[in-house]
Each structure stands twice: as C-alpha cells, then as structure tokens.
C-alpha cells in the first residue's frame, strides 16, 4: 500500500468521513476545510500517522503548511520516513 493511500486512511478515519467526503485526492484541501479538522485532530492525526511509520514529529515542526492539501502530509510523511 502506498504512504498516500495510508494517509488518507488514517485522515478518513480519525475524521470520521462518510460519503462524498471520504473521498479525498491529493490536492484535497485540509486546514479549513472540514469542521472536524480541529487542533485535537491534528493532534490524533500526527499520532497514528506517527505510530504507522515509526518517526516522531517535535512540536516545533507542526505548522499550517503542513497541512494545506493531502500531498503536502503525504510529503511531510515521506520526509519524516
């Protein structure tokens, strides 16, 4: 399975999205543009994100950047592993 598919697992599921919404492509707007996409998201999001490919982000590396689309977290990711 590739780090993409993975990510958008993890965002469909600790988001909870159904529908329409669980369709996510790699330019998918994040930050703004699901209600549920909140700090203790992010927060849950890092984590098993985290957990699934053995890295560990430190605090200061978390900025909106990261999350404008899904391919900039995929990208995060695949400089993190």
Known sequence: MSISTEVKGVLIS????????AVLLDDTPLLGAFPEFDSMAVVSILTALEEMFGFF?????????IFETVSCLVKFIEQKI
């Open 14 to 21: 600790v988001l909870q999205l159904k529908g329409d919404n």
């Open 57 to 65: 982000v430190e605090d200061d590396e978390i900025d909106a950047q």
